[in-house]
């Protein structure tokens, strides 16, 4: 069974940086499309930002400019770069593949931004 691990998350202040990670164990990231997705208080959880198994990515309007999906296979590893964060981005960020049937979801890491 697939798990993944996301971490790296924190408080910062507006117009701040944090780099998420996401692990995986039991499967070979590389091979999939992976997506970070975030799920703010009282909203859906929402796809952010993926990146294919050959390195094309793609982001939602609302980050783009501002994060950066990226993987080190080598690590196993997918992060999500996350500069100029806005309070509305405020949210538990999630990572899974993109493509149905989904893992189970990990238990997310916490970004919060506020003065």
């Known amino acids: 069974q697939v798990q993944v691990v996301e971490s790296g998350g924190g408080l910062v202040q507006p117009g701040g940086s944090l780099r998420l990670s996401c692990a995986a164990s039991?499967?070979?990231?590389?091979?999939?499309?992976m997506g970070w997705y975030r799920q703010a208080p009282g909203k859906q959880r929402e796809l952010v930002a993926h990146?294919?198994?050959?390195?094309?990515?793609k982001y939602a309007d609302s980050v783009k400019g501002r994060f950066t999906i990226s993987r080190d296979n080598a690590k196993n590893t997918v992060y999500l770069q996350m500069n100029s964060l806005k309070p509305e981005d405020t949210a538990v960020f999630f990572c899974?593949?993109?493509?149905?049937?989904?893992?189970?979801w990990g238990q997310g890491t916490q970004v919060s931004v506020s003065i």
């Open positions: 899974n593949r993109l493509n149905y049937p989904l893992w189970q």
């Open positions: 039991g499967s070979i990231l590389s091979i999939y499309t």
């Open positions: 990146i294919t198994s050959g390195g094309d990515t």
